[in-house]
């Protein structure tokens, strides 16, 4: 939601960002300063899967074709919910801190 008003439109796409918001005009993309840590984010998310697939390849020890099918929907799924409450959290406190006086 917009940090302003409340609207639904902080993103245009699964893990894109809007650069304004439809209902207020705030300039979404000026807030987005701090995007470089996306990649850190992503790598350490990354980690955490590769370790649950091991450690459930390990424990059940399910075929390929399941394991492909299983963890493909899993990790694309995890990244963009990832990625969107990163950049939801970051795109709020660069909006709080420009508000400060």
């Known amino acids: 939601m917009c940090p302003r008003c409340g609207e639904r439109t902080l993103f245009e796409g699964p893990a894109q960002l809007a650069d304004k918001c439809s209902a207020c005009g705030l300039d979404i993309l000026s ?23 091991l450690g459930v390849d390990e424990w059940l020890r399910p075929p390929l074709w399941v394991t492909f099918l299983f963890w ?16 939801t959290m970051w795109v709020f406190h660069q909006y709080e801190e420009s508000q400060q006086p």
Do not use: D, N, Q
Not at 31 to 53: H, K, S, Y
Not at 79 to 87: P, Q, S
């Open 31 to 53: 807030l987005e300063r701090g995007g470089r840590f996306v990649g850190v984010v992503t790598m350490l998310l990354a980690l955490v899967l590769i370790l649950a697939a």
């Open 72 to 87: 493909g929907p899993v990790t694309i799924a995890s990244v963009v919910f990832a990625l969107r409450f990163y950049k």
